[in-house]
């Protein structure tokens, strides 16, 4: 399975290219928690934020992670995290919630459309928190 995935996001890394001093990061989910798509990215000298597959193997063994402790132990790598887990959870309102789990129109143009009309409706759901939060 690591072998698929590290296969299809390959060809997306041949546009990371670093021009600054400073490095860049790349946040993934678990699927891409393998060996050689994280070498691939230290080649590249990309930071790898990619979220750790904590399955246990058929003998019961937590899996071996390809992140290293380098990247652990950076806050940057936890607030990155945290900014994926905010992020995800949108859109998993939207597929629950909002009946976007599967769209039943045609188009681009109506697809877009829905997806707009739902995303604003996920605002008005959280305006009230955020107002009272501010307050």
């Known amino acids: 399975m690591g072998i698929l995935f590290t296969h ?16 860049i990061t790349l946040g993934a ?10 070498e691939d990215l230290r080649r590249r000298s990309v930071t790898p934020h990619i979220a750790i597959d904590g399955h246990l193997s058929k003998t019961g063994k937590p ?14 790598y936890a607030v990155s995290q945290r900014c994926r887990k905010r992020i995800e959870e949108v859109f998993g309102w939207i597929k629950a919630s909002a009946g976007l789990a599967k769209i039943k129109l045609r188009g681009r143009d109506r697809v877009n459309a829905t997806f707009t009309l739902a995303l604003a409706a996920y605002n008005l759901i959280r305006l009230p928190k955020l107002l009272a939060a501010a307050a």
């Open 29 to 38: 989910d678990k699927a891409y928690d393998v060996t050689a798509f994280v």
């Open 8 to 23: 299809y996001a390959r060809p997306h890394t041949k546009f990371l290219t670093v021009s600054s001093e400073r490095r």
């Open 63 to 76: 899996r071996k992670t390809a992140i290293d402790q380098r990247t652990l132990r950076h806050a940057g």
